[in-house]
């Protein structure tokens, strides 16, 4: 499951003052729209609960998920395992990101790697014995 939000910006307005006064720069939160919004007037990024909360929309998908986890039995001074996998994600609905690019499908590679305490200890004591006497 996907949640799509849209962006909104801190866009800077220039007013003229009543009866040809003064020019007043006006800071407003405006949803970004590529077509009317000039980059030299965005002021910065709108915080998440400034605009578009009440225009969110869930997009379900499907997600699965695989992976090898290969572990290193008792060596106490070593990495104790290592995994690695892989994620697919699939939406029905294609999902908008940046506003220009569209996609329906994710891909998500991950490696990770389990070290023992045991060998934690091991490379402080190492470090320990290893220092020059003074």
Do not use: C, H
Request: glycine fraction near 10%; charge should be positive.
């Amino acid at each position: 499951m996907a949640f799509e939000k849209p962006y909104y910006y801190f866009v800077i307005n220039i007013v003229e003052g009543t009866g040809g006064g003064a020019l007043t720069q006006i800071v407003e939160t405006k949803k970004f729209d590529e077509s009317s919004t000039s980059t030299d007037d965005i002021y910065g990024r709108a915080p998440f609960t400034r605009g578009g909360i009440n225009e969110i929309g869930i997009r379900p998908g499907i997600y699965l998920k695989t992976g090898l986890n290969f572990e290193f039995g008792y060596v106490k001074t070593r990495i104790k395992a290592l995994e690695t996998g892989a994620a697919l994600e699939f939406f029905r609905k294609e999902l908008t990101l940046w506003l220009t690019t569209v996609i329906s499908s994710f891909i998500s590679l991950s490696t990770s790697v389990l070290v023992s305490e045991n060998a934690l200890i091991s490379i402080e004591g190492l470090l320990k014995r290893r220092r020059i006497p003074q």
